[in-house]
């Protein structure tokens, strides 16, 4: 009698101990799932940032370029239209990354990019003022892309 007594009772306790290693796996797979997510969106948010910052760099470039050699107000309309919906696309990305990526420095260097490509418009006045603008947001997003590199390094 105290033979099945005991059987049962290590039955019970191995079905017990399964259970609670089959739940901390669980666990862990899905601790681990989330942090793959998690990376992925930061990447995702870093690359579109940097994307964005390039092609409003780019955008801001061809309107300073068409203000400085005085070109028809209705092209640089169309271009101040065009640098507008770069500078929108800006915002998504940017938010993105001070949302998912806590490293100050990331954080810092992504809103330097941001507000470097806006400031090219200041150097509107002459060619040299708008080559060094873009130069300034160039050197932002170089930095940017590489903070962020050292960051998903380390993370």
Do not use: K, N
């Amino acid at each position: 009698m105290l033979a099945t007594i005991l059987a049962v009772l290590g039955t019970l306790l191995g079905v017990a101990l399964s259970g609670v290693f089959a739940l901390r796996t669980a666990d862990r797979a899905e601790a681990v799932a989330a942090r793959q997510q998690l990376r992925r969106d930061q990447i995702t948010a870093l690359t579109e940032l940097a994307a964005a910052g390039s092609d409003h760099r780019m955008s801001m470039w061809m309107r300073g370029e068409a203000i400085v050699a005085g070109a028809p107000e209705a092209q640089v309309h169309e271009l101040r239209l065009a640098s507008h919906v770069t500078r929108s696309a800006l915002t998504r990305p940017l938010a993105t990354v001070q949302i998912l990526i806590p490293d100050p420095a990331v954080r810092a260097a992504a809103t330097e990019l941001v507000h470097s490509s806006y400031r090219m418009r200041d150097g509107s006045t002459s060619t040299e003022d708008l080559i060094a603008a873009r130069e300034i947001a160039r050197t932002a997003h170089d930095q940017f892309v590489d903070r962020a590199a050292a960051y998903l390094a380390t993370a």
